[in-house]
């Protein structure tokens, strides 16, 4: 079995454009030409998180995601939710065109950054975000905290427009029944969890400056603006 997922590694390479370089684990970054294949991983400095290929469950699904890396796997991003890799894990190629685009076995993209931008290098952080840079280093064009999964991590940022969405069954990453994000009504700022994308199941209340109405428990010392 391992030497059919070398073989079928060694073809994707070939067939996607003769992809010149493999990320190594234990690094934290991709450069244009890098890659990642079968279990190959980028590591945050500190070895927080990974980012790499899993199938949850046991099934025939393949995804990129990042995880907490420790055991068992905690998963906390998923970049192809919706449209998995089928039997065997896919190749992630940072195109020269300074994209991360994610192929399957037969060379077709299935998910990518967004058009458009073009990155210099990408890099898994010890938030667990995945980041890509410019040419100015100090500028992130993308980052997969704008694009949240079903997890909110420690420093990211909930702006209106974006939510998190549950999974579907515990082994499909799929956007489940359950989002929760900001209240899109005019005027409003609280958090509003959503059931099949039409009924209010549950809201945080509204934001006083230190704390939500429906729960003061959650206190912040300093009075600030909640984001819009």
Known sequence: MAMKYL???????????????????????LLVGDSL????????????FALGFFSPGGTNNWYIGIWYAISPKVIVWVANRDNPV???PGV?????????????????????TDDGLKGSWAMITELGNLIMLGHNKSEIIWESFAHPGDTWLPGMKMWKGMRLA???????????????????SPGKTQLVMVYNNSVPYWSTGEWTGNYFANHPEVYSPKKFECPV
């Open 37 to 48: 294949a079968g279990n190959q991983t980028i590591m945050s400095k500190n070895g927080t």
């Open 166 to 184: 549950s999974w579907k069954p515990s082994v499909d990453p799929a956007i489940g029944l359950f989002s929760i994000g900001m209240d899109l």
């Open 7 to 29: 073989v079928l590694a060694i073809t994707m390479f070939i067939t996607l454009d003769n992809c010149t370089s493999l990320a190594m684990d234990g690094r934290d970054t």
């Open 86 to 88: 089928r039997r065997v």
């Open 92 to 112: 992630l190629k940072f195109s020269s065109r300074g994209r991360l685009r994610l192929f399957d076995r037969e060379g077709r993209s299935v998910w990518s």
